[in-house]
């Protein structure tokens, strides 16, 4: 039962090493005939349990394409994706939106929030739509760290953008997701609200052990996670650990360059 | 601008669509009672061009020129016996008049009612027995009456003989040389069916009958030997009919009998037709006025929602130099395309529901001839005027709000949710408008009469309240939705949300919901009303009534004052008690007394006596009511001088006094129907009585023996078609019975406001769906699957649907309540019942409602393809 899994004996400390999520052969094709476009071409890559693994690469590169059906947030045209033990091109709607809610949080560039719900019902959201009452210490933990005690009950329209982000994240955690996947989180924000949210995905990771996937194309952004993975033309083609910004941006520019030059 | 308007419809086709299907609905209702009028009219007109057709002078007798008041019994004329009708008009008469110059030809008729027994005994259309026409065919130059062409057998030429139109014939199931049994006033006759002729008189085509005697035979039945009730003149060529019309005149007598025009008689006649179907134009149109008020509703939240969404849209055309008015121009040529589009289609759909119209009516009771489709200019015209200017002018409002948008708005990224303006304007103009439409209903409901003044003041009233509560339903929506809220909640999460959503723009809901409301608040004041007064005839029917028959004449001509022995000596029948009426003044008062049987009426009729007893009442002796006796202060022991009021059919009766008569009061009873304000022997009341017969018979079976009686009863009484022997539950049924047709017509009238207000909750559902298509996207991404999409979407659809219910059931119970006491005089045993069975239907109707309208944009926003709604703008 995911339910038991993720109430009672999730790690407070980094977890072992190993596969929270990978993908084997992973493709992806729009369309048919002439207007066939391949976005995801034979990928495999996975990303480590209880790491911080940024996926980079320049626009039309496939790198949201990889995110989504690594989410189960669209299908596979072939190869294979899998959280933990779950085959995720075996399952159908429900069972993936049952996944979904369940073992994965989210974090979109915008429009994370249910304007109607104030930022305590919006965190809750994910366990309200599963019917579970939510870990009391643990709300309060990821509350805390994203520092939101004072502004639970406000309503996303009287909260900043940078705060709006940090419920975002705050919801992503507050069900002890398997994996969280964030899609360009600081994409709206300006840089201090950015780092400042990027500062709790990264603590998040190394201090409450959770798994986060982020598709960046900032390398500032990038060089927060623990390894950096590069996607161009649908393919994977670099990674790089411990990553600085200066790191990042110089290898964006090599693949560019030689992007152009084939 | 125009192409911009033009782009922009065809671009939002799906959304403009209930907008559209809201007027065409309205404006289908406007042209088809439109077209039906013209038709109706038409068919009238006919009928009457046809029924006039050569008339140069139409003499008629029963009214002197001058004078309006009919004749009385012995003013000059021969009175007829068995108590015919007396007429001015005979063969003399008709003969100087045939001998005048420029008179081709007279046709002299007489007229009167007979009532089939059908070929299985039933009486055929008794209960209309005014539309069962008798008359006299005329042979005319040729043999044959050109009113009614023969289509079998021959022309009635003897007393034994008659004949019947084709219609009427088939419905009692007689052929010719049957024997048909008939009656006119009273005891049943037999005649030899020779011939069945054709007709167009309208009141036969609507559902009446057509008897036709030689007319020697017509004036021993109706008038008396030689006399005619009309003298129908056709002109020479050429001849001067008003002239002409003068000329008659002058050979009539001074007193009962006149003579009018052709023309005049025309004139007057479509001025009549014109009177009626204008009636019913204007109540069939006010009905629709209805259901294009519901629709304003839509158009208005439509287009607010359109510019809402097309904001940056807007904001962009501004920047590149468009001026605030080409702004709203453009949005009123929108909604103008719109209605132009909606009303033609509408129209055509209005000529099928004046096609339908038609047969709807007949069965509610109307009469109406049947004619061809008439489609005058004014109706298309009219019908597209109608459905574009409700629309434009709905759409002004929100295309106001367009115009004040920026142009900077192009930039603001997100920038799409409107601040939520203030409710302070409203919550007071809506306070002040309630609180007035309440102030005046309750006044209403101090007021006792239904006369003009009053009914107009009632509904100002309830249309203030109405107006007052539409404005506040914003205001009342937040406490009512939360309240709803509480039980949705049980739904999880997908419950909350439609509670949230519902709640998010308190204008939208409000204005979904009234368009609900209205229809509903109008529906539940005619059940409220309705269910009332049917309740008080009910009661009325059988107050006092402790009989398990009543029987009578179903025109209206009384009863042999035999009938209530020759009931009484049939097995079974433990008592029958006759019933007659006269009207007497006594100590300055009005007052009506029933003459029964003493001896009888205790077991036919529940009396509670407060002094004396129904043993005390005998010939000049009478028990008067308590009502009565307190009006013209009398008391046990006091002899009146009543003046009775002479009958025979002459309502003229003060110049009657003449017959004064000394009644003792001996006994007080409390009022009831079933003895009016005094009760005395039927021998003191009968010489007084309006046909100086019995008004009828009340019966008390044995116990145990009232199942059957009826047919014995019938058997016993000759069995005339005219006899009408009713159970309990069929007084019951006559008294309110009507009435159920009646309300389920304006039932159904107002389904149509109904209806529209539905598709007004479609519409804004579909239309918030689409607003909040990535809001829908994240709740997928995070983990509500589609069912719970869609339990949300249909949650909020019947919270909105509730609420709007409950308003209108709310609003049209407390305006049928304060309304309800205009009916006290008219109706003494009014009392304001609610149907609870019918309210708790409407709820139920409304939760359907609310769940059929959102199976559309329920399946939309459960099949929002995830990805492309998240990364939506």
């Known amino acids: 039962m995911p339910q038991a899994a993720s109430t009672t004996a999730v790690p407070q400390a980094p977890a072992p090493a190993g596969a929270a999520a990978y993908a084997t052969g992973l493709s992806k094709i729009y369309g048919a005939g002439e207007t066939r476009v391949v976005a995801l071409d034979s990928v495999s890559v996975e ?28 299908t596979i045209s072939a190869g294979s994706a899998r959280i933990g033990d779950t085959e995720l091109s075996r399952l159908g709607d429900r069972q993936l939106t049952r996944l979904r809610r369940d073992k994965i949080g989210f974090i979109f560039q915008a429009f994370n929030l249910l304007p109607t719900l104030n930022a305590i019902e919006n965190i809750t959201l994910p366990m309200d739509i599963a019917g579970r009452t939510p870990d009391q210490d643990w709300l309060d933990l990821v509350v805390g760290t994203v520092g939101l005690a004072e502004r639970l009950r406000h309503r996303p329209s009287q909260l ?24 360009e989180p600081t994409g709206n924000l300006d840089s201090r609200s950015g780092a400042e949210v990027l500062g709790f995905l990264r603590d998040s990771v190394r201090e409450l052990g959770q798994t986060i996937v982020m598709v960046t194309h900032d390398p500032v952004a990038a060089a927060y996670a623990d390894r950096v993975v590069f996607l161009a033309d649908g393919r994977l083609i670099d990674e790089l650990p411990a990553p600085t910004a200066e790191d990042v941006l110089d290898r964006m520019r090599r693949f560019e360059t030689t992007g152009r030059t084939c | 601008m125009l192409r911009t308007a033009l782009r922009n419809v065809l671009a939002h086709k799906a959304r403009l669509m209930m907008t559209a299907l809201a007027v065409l609905l309205g404006v289908a209702f406007v042209s088809g009672t439109l077209v039906f009028g013209d038709t109706t009219a038409n068919a009238f007109r006919n009928a009457s061009t046809q029924s006039l057709k050569g008339v140069a002078v139409a003499v008629q007798a029963g009214e002197s020129a001058g004078d309006e008041a009919p004749v009385s019994p012995g003013a000059g004329t021969a009175a007829g016996k068995d108590g015919g009708r007396p007429s001015a008009l005979d063969a003399a008469l008709a003969q100087k008049i045939r001998a005048l110059p420029g008179v081709d030809s007279v046709r002299p008729t007489v007229n009167g009612q007979a009532t089939l027994a059908g070929k299985d005994g039933r009486p055929v259309n008794a209960d209309s027995s005014w539309q069962n026409l008798a008359t006299n065919y005329l042979p005319g130059k040729d043999g044959k009456d050109s009113r009614f062409p023969l289509k079998e057998g021959r022309a009635p030429a003897a007393e034994g003989e008659l004949a019947l139109d084709a219609t009427t014939a088939e419905k009692a199931g007689y052929r010719v040389g049957d024997t048909v049994r008939f009656a006119t006033d009273g005891p049943a006759l037999t005649k030899k069916l020779v011939g069945i002729v054709t007709t167009d008189d309208p009141r036969v085509t609507a559902g009446g009958t057509l008897t036709l005697f030689d007319t020697t035979t017509a004036q021993k039945l109706f008038l008396a030997p030689g006399r005619f009730d009309a003298i129908a003149v056709a002109a020479k060529p050429g001849a001067d009919e008003r002239a002409l019309t003068a000329q008659v005149q002058s050979l009539l007598p001074a007193k009962g009998a006149r003579a009018t025009s052709g023309a005049d008689l025309a004139a007057e006649q479509s001025r009549q037709i014109a009177e009626n179907t204008t009636r019913l134009t204007k109540a069939l149109l006010g009905f629709a006025g209805i259901a294009l008020f519901v629709g304003v509703f839509i158009i208005v939240n439509t287009f607010t929602m359109l510019i809402a969404q097309r904001s940056r849209e807007i904001a962009l055309l501004r920047a590149v130099g468009a001026s605030r008015r080409q702004v709203v121009r453009s949005v009123l040529i929108e909604a103008a395309l719109v209605g132009l589009g909606a009303s033609a289609a509408g129209f055509a759909l209005g000529l099928g529901i004046a096609t339908a119209l038609h047969p709807l009516l007949s069965t509610g009771g109307a009469e109406l001839p049947d004619g061809p489709l008439v489609v005058s200019p004014t109706a298309p015209l009219a019908s597209l005027a ?34 939520a303006r203030s409710l302070k304007v409203r919550t007071v103009l809506g306070t002040l408008l309630t609180g007035l439409g309440v102030a005046v209903m309750l006044y209403v409901s101090t007021l006792r009469t239904s006369k003009e003044t009053n009914l107009m003041t009632a509904m100002l009233g309830g249309a203030l309240t109405l107006c007052g509560m539409i404005v506040l339903a914003p205001l009342l929506s937040r406490p009512l939705i939360t309240l709803a809220g509480k039980v949705t909640a049980r739904f999880g999460v997908s419950g909350k949300l439609a509670k949230e959503n519902a709640l998010r723009n308190p204008r939208r809901t409000a204005a979904t919901s009234s368009a609900l409301m209205i229809g509903l608040t109008l529906i539940t004041g005619l059940a409220v009303g309705g269910y009332s007064t049917q309740r008080a005839l009910d009661e009325e029917a059988t107050q006092g009534l402790a009989a398990d028959y009543k029987v009578s004449n179903s025109a209206y001509r009384g009863l042999e004052t035999a009938a209530a022995d020759d009931i009484a000596e049939l097995p079974g029948v433990a008592a029958a008690a006759p019933v007659a009426s006269a009207n007497f003044d006594a100590q300055g008062v009005f007052a009506t007394i029933t003459g029964t049987d003493p001896k009888t009426f205790g077991r036919a009729a529940d009396l509670t006596f407060q002094a004396g007893s129904l043993r005390d009442v005998g010939p000049g002796r009478i028990a008067v009511s308590d009502q009565f006796a307190r009006q013209a202060g009398l008391h046990v022991g006091d002899t009146i001088d009543a003046d009775m009021h002479t009958g025979g059919g002459t309502p003229n009766t003060k110049n009657n006094k003449n017959n004064k008569k000394k009644l003792t009061v001996v006994a007080v009873y409390a009022k009831t129907r079933a003895a009016y304000d005094a009760l005395g022997a039927v021998a003191d009341v009968l010489p007084s009585a309006e046909t100086h017969k019995l008004d009828n018979v009340l019966v008390k079976a044995e116990p145990g023996k009232a199942a059957g009686l009826e047919q014995k009863i019938r058997q016993a009484l000759g069995n005339s078609p005219l006899l009408k022997v009713q159970t309990r539950e069929q007084l019951i049924k006559a008294g309110s019975g009507s009435m159920t047709t009646v309300l389920n017509m304006l039932y159904g009238l107002l389904a149509m406001a109904v209806v529209i207000a539905v598709l007004g ?43 709007g219910a409950l308003l209108g059931i709310g609003t049209g119970t407390f305006l049928a309540w304060a309304a309800g006491s205009l009916t006290t005089a008219s109706m003494p045993l009014y009392e304001t019942v ?9 709820l139920a109707l409304a939760l359907l409602i609310g769940v059929l309208a959102a199976i559309w944009p329920a399946r939309r926003a459960a099949r929002l393809n995830m990805l492309r709604a998240i990364q939506a703008h």
């Open chain 1, 47 to 74: 990303f480590g349990r209880g790491r911080f693994t940024a996926i980079m690469g320049p626009s039309g590169s496939g790198k949201s394409t990889l995110m989504h059906c690594m989410a189960g947030l669209d």
């Open chain 1, 160 to 183: 900043s953008g940078g705060q709006q982000q940090r419920v975002a994240v705050a919801r992503a955690l507050a069900s002890r997701p398997e994996i969280i996947f964030a899609d």
């Open chain 2, 386 to 419: 109608v459905g574009v200017a409700v629309t434009v002018l709905a759409a002004w409002l929100p295309s106001r709000r367009a115009a004040k948008i920026a142009p900077v708005a192009v930039l603001s990224s997100a920038g799409l949710a409107p601040p």
């Open chain 2, 761 to 803: 909750v479609v519409n804004t559902l579909a239309m918030s769906v689409f607003e909040r298509t990535r809001e829908i996207g994240m709740l997928r991404a995070i983990g509500l699957d589609r069912s719970g999409i869609r339990q949300m979407v249909r949650l909020e659809s019947v919270v909105i649907s509730l609420f």
């Open chain 2, 834 to 842: 609610l149907p609870w069975a019918k309210l708790g239907l409407f």
